[in-house]
Nanobody, 127 residues
Framework: QVQLADSGGGLVQAGGSLRLSCAAS????????MGWFRQAPGKEREFVAG???????????VYSDSVKGRFSISRDNAKNTVYLQMNSLKPEDTAVYYC?????????????????WGRGTQVTVSS
């Protein structure tokens, strides 16, 4: 059984930074596509960033347009953990952030393709 534990959220001022972590058990994250999603109040959950399996030749990391250049996704294979470094945070980044894993070994943005989800971690950016 795959289990994900996401953490690292908090309250930060606009322009600040946070790093989210997602530790996994039951699946080797380096062998599958891994993603971060977020859901703001009153809005649907949206894809934020993803990282392809180790050794992927093209498009190792993918980002939504709204976070490109500010967020960075990375993976520590030894710890089976994925991180989301968030810089230059804006009030519109306020949301609950979820990590998710899929059995697929290719890029996907579809929520239905992800079979395991973290519980979510709250990120609040004040103006």
């Amino acid at each position: 059984q795959v289990q994900l534990a996401d953490s690292g959220g908090g309250l930060v001022q606009a322009g600040g930074s946070l790093r989210l972590s997602c530790a996994a058990s039951g699946r080797t994250l380096s062998s599958h596509f891994m993603g971060w999603f977020r859901q703001a109040p009153g809005k649907e959950r949206e894809f934020v960033a993803g990282i392809n399996p180790s050794g992927w030749t093209f498009g190792t990391r993918v980002y939504s347009d709204s976070v490109k250049g500010r967020f960075s996704i990375s993976r520590d294979n030894a710890k089976n953990t994925v991180y989301l470094q968030m810089n230059s945070l804006k009030p519109e980044d306020t949301a609950v952030y979820y990590c998710a894993t899929t059995p697929l070994t290719r890029t996907t943005y579809r929520e239905a393709d992800f079979d395991s989800w973290g519980r979510g971690t709250q990120v609040t950016v004040s103006s």
